[in-house]
């Protein structure tokens, strides 16, 4: 057992703000997830957009997932 969550798609490690966008965006009752390059592949999009995505939730406060 690891102590850390893996990107289902590619294996690399997983931080709190990749598990946390994969809620948002995906499904929040998620326990498998992409890490933010894959999850920008698979939406069609870029890393950076999903970078800023994750800044505007933080920003704003109102997403408890980023709280
Ligand atoms: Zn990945």
């Keep these: 057992m690891s102590n850390y969550k ?3 798609e590619c294996g690399g490690e997983l931080f709190a703000d990749d598990i946390a966008i ?3 965006l995906i499904n929040r009752g ?3 997830f992409f890490c933010i390059d894959c999850l ?3 939406l ?3 890393r950076p957009d999903i970078e800023r995505l994750i ?3 933080r920003s704003t406060g109102s997403c408890t997932l980023f709280a």
């Design 6 to 8: 893996t990107c289902r």
């Design 55 to 57: 800044d505007h939730y």
């Design 22 to 24: 994969h809620r948002k």
């Design 30 to 32: 998620a326990d498998e």
């Design 44 to 46: 069609g999009c870029t």
């Design 40 to 42: 920008a592949d698979k």
